[in-house]
């Protein structure tokens, strides 16, 4: 057929536009949707492949010590060495933090108050708490159990045996002794006890205690390292001693 004679069907028809020639298309006369020419079909995957494989964004993390977090668009991964000395700079950073910082003392709440007990007086005290002590009341709670004489103690060592049991957060504390009058610290000495000529204890500068549930060797340790005055360890009969006096430390039994 003619060229001008498809261009007059094609009027009589009432169309104005010429046949599809669109190579997507299988057939010029089909009204079914477009499909990829071959060739398309088999680069397409190539193409997808392509461009995802130019662009492997990675989600970085700002904690990752691995990971360059400068950019999370560019992010490269670190070497083995960067990343240990990162690690290593995080660590040191924490610790000078720990060491720098206020250290908070603990506070007793009011419905747990620290009480200490007298073994040989049989007597109960509260050391912290709802209020607290008078000089008067430590002074007769510490007396001496042989002879009832009493003096003043130091507040130091009562404040000591207050931080001993915060820190290992004891709730009450057995004294063992006290206040020990010249004269009965001369008669204990004859029966052949552990005691010395010129005792703190005679001063009233001395207390020996223990605090329930915690091994005397932690609490022995926890005063030789604290505490600036004597320091006793009797690990048999299982208490601790302390005063003001110089700066030492002995075993007993």
């Not at 002590?133 to 709670?141: G, K, L, M, V, Y």
């Not at 204990?188 to 703190?200: E, F, I, P, Y």
Request: one cysteine or more.
């Amino acid at each position: 057929m003619s060229p001008t004679g498809t261009t007059g069907e094609a009027r009589r028809c009432g169309s104005t536009e010429p046949p599809s020639t669109s190579p997507f298309l299988s057939s010029p006369t089909t009204a079914r949707s477009p499909r990829p020419a071959p060739w398309i079909r088999r680069l397409l995957p190539a193409i997808l492949g392509s461009l995802l494989s130019t662009a492997p964004h990675r989600l970085v993390f700002a904690d990752d010590p691995n990971v360059r977090a400068d950019s999370t668009r560019d992010a490269q991964p670190l070497s083995k060495k960067e990343a240990q000395l990162r690690v290593k700079a995080r660590a040191a950073a924490e610790e000078t933090q720990a060491l720098t910082a206020p250290k908070r003392r603990r506070v007793r709440r009011a419905t747990s108050p620290l009480w200490a007990y007298s073994l040989h007086n049989r007597e109960v005290l509260i050391l912290e708490g709802a209020a607290a002590p008078s000089p008067a009341a430590i002074s007769d709670f510490l007396r001496c159990r042989a002879t009832t004489q009493h003096t003043t103690i130091p507040p130091e060592l009562l404040a000591r045996i207050v931080e001993v049991a915060e820190h290992f957060d004891a709730h009450k504390v057995m004294i063992v002794s006290g206040y020990r009058s010249p004269k009965f610290n001369l008669s204990l000495r004859k029966k052949g006890r552990q005691v010395a000529v010129k005792s703190q204890h005679t001063l009233g500068h001395a207390i020996d205690f223990y605090l329930p549930g915690v091994p005397v060797q932690k609490l022995y340790r926890w005063l030789r390292e604290h505490h600036d005055g004597g320091v006793g360890y009797y690990p048999i009969s299982e208490f601790v001693h302390i005063d003001t006096g110089r700066r030492r430390t002995w075993r007993g039994t």
